[in-house]
């Protein structure tokens, strides 16, 4: 199955262009070569709760991705606000992806321990947080990788519950 996937920048300077977008490009090779997944949607906007969630919805329902993949905006600094944009949209939460992108990433880096992300169903897409530097989103990312495709077959309805 090729799952389709947008990709979501939460970042003031990449939105106004003064800085590269290298996170995504680390999400887009992971994307296609992990979980052969195709792009659907990729855009970046500024640390704006309003705009993460209009974008959000719009790749969940117009772009009906099976997955939606954000960088940025999980720490803890004062404008990073994507978890709570995300909490917004979201049908339920996840924990445990979360849970296990810390654990995962923990033994590399202590700071690790900081991350906000939240995981969530918005109908039947998967929407992730990852934070926003290159290293940290191939860390998490891979963390949970083997587990993506089990996760989307339960949400397109592709797989049982049980399945193993």
């Known amino acids: 199955m090729q799952w389709k996937v947008a990709l979501l920048t939460a970042s003031d300077k990449g939105s106004r262009g003064e800085r590269e977008d ?10 296609e070569e992990e979980l052969g997944g195709v ?3 990729y855009r970046i906007v500024p640390d704006e709760q309003d705009e993460i969630i209009a974008a959000i919805i719009e790749m969940t329902e117009y772009y009906q991705a099976d997955l939606v993949l954000t960088t940025g905006g999980t720490g803890l600094a004062p404008r990073d606000i994507t978890p709570e944009a995300t909490l917004k949209v979201i049908d339920k939460q996840v924990p445990g992806l979360a849970e296990a992108m ?24 998967l929407i992730i947080n990852l934070p926003g530097s290159p290293k940290g989103v191939h860390e998490c990312l891979m963390a949970i990788m083997d587990q993506l495709p089990h996760a989307l077959g339960i949400l397109s309805g592709q797989l049982g519950e ?3």
């Not at 290298?22 to 994307?31: G, H, K, N, P, Y």
């Not at 321990?113 to 109908?123: H, K, N, P, T, W």
């Open 162 to 164: 049980h399945n193993e």
């Open 102 to 125: 810390r654990m995962g990433t923990l033994q590399k880096s202590r700071r690790a321990m900081l991350s906000r992300s939240i995981c969530g169903i918005r109908g039947s897409s």
């Open 22 to 31: 290298t996170s995504a490009q680390v999400i887009r090779e992971l994307v």
């Open 39 to 41: 792009i659907v949607d």
